[in-house]
């Protein structure tokens, strides 16, 4: 596996990496630098992220590499409106400081398991001309997974990756306030139970709705203690928050498109 996406890169001897953290990029980095291509990593810091930059450099050196360049972004507003298209809008700003330089190709870390499911974020990619290794050479989330882990990538790290963005029911507008209470709420539950598969998401202006899949993560929220510090966090932004008995899943918000 290694080796086939290792000869599939040296045919592009150089290229910009949407650097996520993520186990998918780490993939990329780590073969293309055992491959001594020159790859050049970018993070684009648009708020959405549930990873620091302190983890995100971490995760790069962790790679092998020391010259992560960081881009800080402000959201458009189509993208904090949240239309059920907005990662298309979202990801096309995203890439807009890479392809816009066209010096040298940019790649991202879209695997072969991710088009199954509703991706309106790779139209965007593929609009603009950005490529996705892993896709193009069949290497599936598992198998990216287990390659990154091999290369060096920190796992807890890896695990981060998220969008926040995700957490909000369509056509519910994004805002600073929400983004920091949401994750605030799962920093600390994250921090309390290492359940990185938890999601606080924002049903309607009343609504939160916690999502977690360790049974002990489900017991620490029923705590009384802890689960009036996560209430009274989650209520500086809604009138009700919940917990979801069906537990940590894709995003069903998308499902609800019928999509």
């Given amino acids: 596996m290694k080796d086939i996406l290792i000869n599939h890169l040296k045919k592009t001897p150089a290229f910009y990496l949407l650097f996520s953290g993520g186990f998918d990029s780490c993939s990329i980095l780590g073969c293309a630098l055992e491959a001594g291509l ?56 995203l890439i807009n400081p890479l392809i816009t330089r066209k010096n040298i190709p940019v790649f991202d870390g879209t695997n072969s398991s991710d088009s199954e499911n509703y991706r309106p974020g790779v139209k965007a990619l593929r609009k603009g001309g950005v490529r996705s290794p892993l896709a193009e050479v069949s290497i599936t989330k598992e198998q990216a997974r287990t390659l990154a882990i091999t290369m060096g990538a920190d796992p807890l790290i890896a695990n981060m990756e998220g969008c926040l963005a995700t957490r909000f029911n369509y056509n519910l507008n994004i805002t600073h306030e929400r983004l920091q209470v949401i994750r605030d709420i799962e920093q600390t539950i994250l921090k309390a139970t290492g359940d990185y598969h938890l999601r606080c998401r924002m049903d309607d202006e009343d609504h939160l709705r916690i999502e977690c899949r360790d049974k002990a993560t489900f017991i620490k929220l029923i705590d009384p203690d802890f689960r009036t510090h996560i209430v009274e966090k989650g209520k500086q932004i809604a009138t009700f928050v919940t917990l979801d008995l069906e537990g940590a899943r894709k995003n069903a918000f998308d499902k609800k498109l019928g999509l």
């Fill in 38 to 93: 020159d790859v050049r990593p970018v993070w684009i810091d648009n708020g959405f992220n549930r990873v620091t930059e302190n983890e995100i450099r971490e995760q790069a050196a962790n790679m092998g590499c020391e010259n992560l360049e960081i881009i800080p972004m402000t959201p458009e507003s189509k993208v904090l409106g949240n239309p059920v298209d907005r990662c298309f809008h979202c990801k096309g700003q």
